[in-house]
């Protein structure tokens, strides 16, 4: 019986070193995103495609050979959005556009919702930066969630409060009206 | 008759050039021109008019970066603790007065319709905050392009401003 246990207890361990690695590494990969730096980072080109993470208290955009990194703690806004943009490519989709009987135009109505992070940031001398990024729908929320995590600051928290509160006040008022 | 009026009009034409020429110089009369290779640069104020924070980032560094390209020594940005040493230091103030997001979809589909445009006030002061000069500014894209290319087009005509007044390699 204890021989049984002791085996089973031993299967069990195996199975969970096993997988732990293979764990640890996909939650690794799940915080780097697919993005497009539209403007902001120095040295960085504009509308640059690249990789974008948070890890150990930095934001990382991966361009190529080149990487920038933006510290947490000096990031004091950090807001999510929303966007759109034409699922037809610039070059096809520009030339499209002498197609005949308005066939560019219907190219345009095509179009797919991109997800925008946008952060402000100062640097070693106090300056202030800013930086935009474009990245697929729902990752730019888990970004901004991560780097909240890590140490940065935003001011649309503070601003939902707000708002929250006014609504909040301004329904009292109605219902002590009626 | 008809020779003494035309001598008349023949001697009052002088006359009236000369007045006009006068209002002319007059409207034409402009302030001294202040030189200086050094501009800071204020984040976007938009307090009475809500604009998306990436379209304020946008704007910020569109402007740092036009004004860069326009032959500026020096372009520090908002808290540089740099620009407390530079002599003859000039910072923009930028207010959103108006704000119109527009279509990118609508001015592809219609050609007409769907235009951005984002009105801003500048204010030029000097280190100590008198202001230098003021001026509307309006950043628009009418037909191709996405929305925040009206950013890009307000700071080519926000650094233009600034190049024409401040700078010093402007020969005017």
Same mark, same amino acid.
């Given at each position: 019986m204890t021989v049984r246990t002791t085996k089973t207890l031993i299967a069990i361990a195996l199975f969970v070193a096993a997988i732990t690695p293979a764990a640890a590494s996909a939650q690794q990969a799940s915080k780097a995103a697919k993005a497009v730096q539209l403007i902001g980072l120095p040295g960085v080109k504009e509308n640059a495609k690249g990789t974008l993470s948070v890890e150990s208290g930095y934001l990382r955009f991966v361009h190529g050979n080149a990487t920038c990194d933006v510290s947490t703690s000096s990031i004091q806004d950090v807001v999510s959005g929303d966007d759109s943009q034409k699922s037809v490519g610039k070059t096809v989709g520009a030339i499209s556009m !002498? !197609?005949?009987?308005?066939g560019g135009r219907f190219l345009s109505l095509f179009r797919k919702k991109i997800d925008t992070l946008t952060v402000e940031y100062r640097d070693a001398d106090g300056a202030l930066h800013g930086a935009i990024f474009t990245m697929a729908v729902g990752t730019a929320e888990v970004i901004k969630k991560e780097l909240i995590a890590q140490g940065a600051h935003t001011t649309a928290r503070a601003e939902q409060g707000a708002n929250a509160q006014s609504s909040s006040s301004n329904a009292r008022d109605k219902e002590q009206k009626q | 008759m008809k020779h003494l009026l035309q001598a008349g009009i023949f001697l009052c034409l002088p006359a009236v050039f000369s007045s006009s020429d006068l209002a002319l110089l007059a409207g034409k009369e402009q302030p001294t021109k202040i030189s200086t290779s050094s501009i800071q640069v204020v984040m976007i104020q938009s307090d009475e008019t809500p604009v998306p924070a990436e379209f304020k980032v946008a704007l910020y560094e569109n402007l740092v970066r036009q004004l860069e390209k326009r032959g500026f020594q020096h372009v520090y940005r908002e808290g540089? $603790?740099?620009?407390?040493?530079? &002599?003859d230091l000039i910072v923009l103030h930028s207010t959103v007065s108006s704000f119109k997001p527009g279509s990118e979809k609508a001015r592809e589909v219609t050609?007409? &319709? #769907?235009a951005t445009s984002i009105s801003i006030h500048c204010q030029f002061t000097n280190s100590e905050g008198r202001p230098l000069l003021e001026q509307d500014v309006t950043g628009k894209v009418r037909?191709? #392009? #996405?929305?925040? $290319?009206a950013t890009y087009d307000f700071a080519k005509k926000a650094s233009r401003i600034a190049y024409e007044n401040f700078s010093p390699t402007n020969g005017k």
């Open positions: !002498a !197609a005949p009987y308005g | 540089d $603790r740099n620009a407390s040493s530079a &002599a050609t007409v &319709a #769907g037909f191709f #392009g #996405g929305n925040l $290319r």
